[in-house]
């Protein structure tokens, strides 16, 4: 990843969430815990994988899209406005 500390910070995070679920759902199916337990986790975790792809595509998109020479203000909100088209 080629952009600031904070937002690393913050994806590493996101992964160390991620892999807390999955140990989770390993420890809950190793249980016999009920289906709809294990099914309603597993979408969770699938939700927050689906959160952290866009979230480091758009820090790539971001980077790539200013060349770390900094966005103008009329295509950064350029650039926001296709990612947000794109979360939807």
Aim: hydrophobic content about 40%; some cysteine; aromatic content about 6%.
């Amino acid at each position: 990843m080629h952009h600031g500390n904070n937002r690393r910070k913050e994806v590493l995070a996101h992964i160390s969430r991620i892999q807390g679920q999955i140990a989770a759902l390993k420890r809950i199916i190793e249980g016999g815990e009920e289906c709809v337990k294990v099914a309603t986790l597993a979408t969770s975790i699938a939700k927050s994988f689906e959160s952290l792809r866009f979230r480091v595509l758009e820090g790539f998109l971001i980077h790539q899209f200013h060349g770390g020479n900094g966005p103008s203000t009329g295509k950064l909100k350029q650039l926001q406005g296709l990612l947000r088209l794109y979360k939807k």
